[in-house]
């Protein structure tokens, strides 16, 4: 059955960096694009970002650009989100989720399969 599995959430303090891993099984990942998403108490669940089956095709939210950077290694099957500069407005519960093939992008609607999700919390 198709999994995915996030970790390397925690506590970190404003202007900190954590790397979240997507750990993928169950499906051919080279086959699919994967996103990240986000979800504050209170608040919509909002697209991060999204990578390709091949790693050339990349979106961020306008909210994370020049601070996230979204990589991949299909050896491995996972889907790494390095996250820099880190907010507190950064503060939410972080999703992986695996997106419909032949779709593109951060449209929660396109995506099949997702992740339990691993908290991020940035307070000093």
């Known amino acids: 059955q198709v999994q995915l599995v996030e970790s390397g959430g925690g506590l970190v303090q404003p202007g900190g960096s954590l790397r979240l891993s997507c750990a993928a099984s169950?499906?051919?990942?080279?086959?699919?694009?994967i996103g990240w998403f986000r979800q504050a108490p209170g608040q919509e669940r909002e697209g991060v970002s999204y990578i390709g089956r091949s790693g050339s095709s990349i979106t961020y939210a306008d909210s994370v650009k020049g601070r996230f950077t979204i990589s991949r290694d299909n050896g491995k099957n996972t889907v790494f989100l390095q996250m820099n500069s880190l907010k507190p407005e950064d503060t939410a519960v972080y999703y992986c989720?695996?997106?419909?093939?032949?779709?593109?992008?951060?449209?929660?609607?396109?995506?099949?399969?997702w992740g339990q999700g691993t908290q991020v919390t940035v307070s000093s």
């Open positions: 169950g499906f051919t990942f080279d086959y699919y694009g």
């Open positions: 989720a695996r997106i419909k093939r032949f779709y593109s992008g951060l449209n929660a609607g396109n995506y099949d399969y």
